[in-house]
């Protein structure tokens, strides 16, 4: 497995019960997708004139927070690189995304974003792909974040929208609506068209690209659970 992305803060950050219950939920975590993961039954669609589903260029991957667990089997051991907070939250979903083969790079929009942005340029500049769950960390659910647009804008490279849409799941009563998907359903994965922010988008143009990229998790979460009845509206 690939090494994280950032050396993470020194752990005396956190009190002592808050590294035992980090030590603890990142073994429930890991287990739990290890579990449910392999019982999942795969479909994946692309919108018209989307990239290959074997497509490897460096990308700049988005989709919901909420989407986090079958994303996060899916593709595992790619080496891809996440955003993930730097709150106690985003510290437990880092130990267990890399687990599965991610890099985690440390920041969110809200505490340590330039670091963190930063940190995910460097991931492009190696060849990787980079994701961000782009309404986290504490939404508002189904809004999208700029950074991406940004980071696409400096490093050159294209913005992709996906969402999976699980058949069964238990929804916590979070602010994102978290999935944790039931065994052996299937899940339906949705691609957008790539999203080009030009090199010297800047003001308007930048704010046309962000609405573009909106509107790309919209079609394909509309999309994707429209395959299983369920209700896109919220």
Request: overall charge positive; hydrophobic content about 40%.
């Amino acid at each position: 497995m690939s090494s994280s992305a950032t050396t993470p803060e020194p752990a005396t950050r956190f009190t002592f019960t808050q590294r035992v219950a980090l030590a603890l939920i990142t073994a429930a975590g890991s287990l739990l997708v290890r579990l449910i993961g392999p019982t999942l039954r795969y479909t994946v669609s692309i919108e018209e004139g989307g990239p290959p589903t074997d497509w490897l260029c460096p990308v700049v991957y988005v989709f919901w927070h909420r989407c986090v667990i079958p994303a996060l089997y899916r593709y595992r051991d790619k080496s891809i690189a996440v955003m993930t907070s730097g709150s106690f939250d985003g510290e437990y979903i880092a130990r267990i995304i890399e687990k599965f083969g991610y890099r985690a790079v440390r920041g969110s929009s809200t505490r340590g974003g330039t670091r963190a942005l930063l940190g995910m340029h460097t991931e492009i500049e190696a060849g990787r792909s980079v994701a961000f769950t782009i309404d986290g960390p504490l939404g508002p659910r189904y809004v999208a974040k700029p950074g991406p647009v940004l980071l696409a804008r400096n490093t050159r490279v294209r913005i992709l929208a996906f969402h999976c849409a699980v058949e069964r799941a238990w929804v916590l009563n979070s602010w994102d609506r978290f999935m944790i998907p039931k065994p052996f359903s299937r899940v339906m994965v949705r691609f957008s068209r790539t999203v080009n922010v030009p090199p010297e988008a800047d003001g308007a143009a930048l704010d046309a690209c962000h609405q573009e990229m909106q509107s790309a998790l919209d079609r394909v979460r509309a999309r994707a659970e429209t395959a299983f009845g369920q209700n896109s509206a919220g």
